[in-house]
């Protein structure tokens, strides 16, 4: 079965630092997805990155960008120029491409960061 | 746009009663998904929805239970209320053509005493 991890229950980063959360997973599986999402206190999952694991080249969005080792089943994600709006739980979820949107979601337990001014 | 709009928004049930939870889909997507995010934890799957029709069901006692309508909007019933089952119900829509483009709603909070 496959599974995710995050290793990192909370973090902390001073406002307009970067700051790295790791992420860590096991397939057996060669075609996937991965994906980290924010979840504000508004409750609501927002998509921040995705990556698709035939593509060597990692993924970036602004000031978002992953670091996606495929052989050692690793997906960190790095957030430059820290904002007081980034503070929020992020999950790491990945999922095996059956080809459209057949499959479920697998989250990892969730980082929260937390952004000091 | 709208996206997915899921109600209630809180719910409070007592252990053993039933409670129905919905979900519209974003504007142009026909797949429905249910998660259950306990406190504390990762959102875990329930089972997704595409032409009315269960498609994938995770590891949930058939308590949970699920209806997709022909305008693509769901419902998620729970049976025999656990405490357990307290927790946060999100839905989340998807166009079943495409392999990625999940949009997840707000969820409902719900409570079991």
């Known amino acids: 079965a496959q599974t995710v991890t995050q290793s990192q229950p909370e973090m902390s980063v001073q406002e307009a630092e970067t700051v790295t959360l790791s992420c860590t997973y096991d397939t057996s599986e060669s075609d996937y997805y991965l994906f980290w999402y924010k979840q504000p206190p508004s409750r609501q999952m927002i998509l921040v990155i995705r990556?698709?694991?035939?593509?060597?080249q990692n993924a970036t969005e602004n000031r978002f960008s992953v670091n996606f080792q495929k052989a050692a089943k690793s997906f960190s994600l790095k957030i430059s120029d820290s904002q007081l709006g980034d503070a929020a739980m992020y999950f790491c979820?990945?999922?095996?491409?059956?080809?459209?949107?057949?499959?479920?979601?697998?989250f990892g337990k969730g980082t929260k960061l937390s952004v000091k001014p | 746009d709208a996206g997915v709009t899921q109600s209630p928004t809180h719910l409070i049930k007592t252990r053993g009663q039933q409670v129905t939870l919905r979900c519209s889909p974003k504007s142009g997507h026909d797949t429905v998904s249910w998660y259950q995010q306990a406190l504390g934890q990762g959102p875990q799957f329930i089972f997704q929805y595409y032409e009315e029709e269960e498609r994938q069901r995770g590891n949930f006692p058939d308590r949970f239970s699920g209806h997709q309508f022909p305008n693509y909007s769901s419902e998620l019933n729970v049976n025999a209320l656990l405490l357990g089952d307290s927790a946060l119900y999100l839905c989340?829509?998807?166009?079943?053509?495409?392999?990625?483009?999940?949009?997840f709603g707000s969820g409902t909070r719900l409570t079991v005493v």
């Open positions: 989340a829509s998807s166009r079943q053509a495409r392999s990625y483009g999940y949009t």
């Open positions: 990556q698709e694991a035939y593509k060597q």
């Open positions: 979820a990945y999922r095996k491409n059956y080809g459209g949107s057949q499959g479920n979601l697998i």
